[in-house]
């Protein structure tokens, strides 16, 4: 079992950040993927970006390229997520999630075997 609670979001305007974090506690092996996904309201659930526990690889949806910044801390089983020039659309309630079997880091939802409760961020314009 893994367990993952997301904390950071909040409500900000057009242009401003935020940092979301994810404290991941239980079964996270070396071979764990934690990764951000996002859903907007009347949207399905989009992919950010993921991590490889081990050695820090990242991968991100082009569209976050330059603006969200994905990392880890081993130390603190804690992963963020770094949210700059954030947009109105960007408005979702954000998801970690976990995949510990991983052998890519993988963009498809059913690939993550644990969910977080996700924490809203609100982005106004």
């Known amino acids: 079992q893994v367990q993952l609670v997301e904390s950071g979001g909040g409500s900000v305007q057009a242009g401003g950040s935020l940092r979301l974090s994810c404290a991941a506690s239980?079964?996270?092996?070396?071979?764990?993927?934690l990764g951000w996904f996002r859903q907007a309201p009347g949207k399905e659930r989009e992919f950010v970006a993921a991590?490889?526990?081990?050695?820090?690889?990242?991968y991100y949806t082009d569209s976050m390229k330059g603006r969200f910044t994905i990392s880890r801390d081993t130390a603190k089983t804690t992963v963020y997520l770094q949210m700059n020039s954030l947009k109105p659309e960007d408005t979702a309630v954000y998801y970690c999630?976990?995949?510990?079997?991983?052998?890519?880091?993988?963009?498809?939802?059913?690939?993550?075997?644990?969910w977080g409760p996700g924490t809203q961020v609100t982005v106004s314009s």
């Open positions: 999630a976990a995949d510990v079997v991983a052998t890519e880091l993988s963009t498809n939802e059913s690939q993550y075997n644990y």
């Open positions: 239980g079964r996270t092996g070396w071979s764990t993927v």
């Open positions: 991590i490889r526990w081990r050695n820090g690889n990242t």
